[in-house]
């Protein structure tokens, strides 16, 4: 079992940033890969963004490229997601997932823990 925890969201104006820190416990950090997803109102979960294992290899979805960098910390058992330039499409409730898989997925499915969530409100 990983239990999973977001903190950092909040409401920020178009052009600021956020960092969503996602702290996990349970079974060891290093044999998971990460992502982080979200949900918008009205809206089906999107992946955003995942990192691997090893933390050397990671995706992101082509509208949060350049804007968003996913990272993580072994020794805190955290991954991170530094989020700038939001836009006010960027509004969603923010998960992050860890899966046993060796590569990153992008499908939810293929994710094992889900956090609780943290909301992320962009004003425009």
């Known amino acids: 079992q990983v239990q999973l925890e977001e903190s950092g969201g909040g409401l920020v104006q178009a052009g600021g940033s956020l960092r969503l820190s996602c702290a996990a416990s349970?079974?060891?950090?290093?044999?998971?890969?990460m992502g982080w997803f979200r949900q918008g109102p009205g809206k089906e979960r999107e992946f955003v963004t995942a990192?691997?294992?090893?933390?050397?290899?990671?995706i992101y979805r082509d509208s949060v490229k350049g804007r968003f960098t996913i990272s993580r910390d072994i020794a805190k058992n955290t991954v991170y997601l530094q989020m700038n330039s939001l836009k006010p499409e960027d509004t969603a409730v923010y998960y992050c997932?860890?899966?046993?898989?060796?590569?990153?997925?992008?499908?939810?499915?293929?994710?094992?823990?889900w956090g609780q969530g943290t909301q992320v409100t962009v004003s425009s």
């Open positions: 997932a860890a899966t046993a898989s060796w590569v990153v997925p992008t499908s939810p499915t293929q994710y094992d823990y």
């Open positions: 349970g079974r060891t950090f290093r044999d998971y890969g």
């Open positions: 990192i691997r294992r090893s933390g050397g290899s990671t």
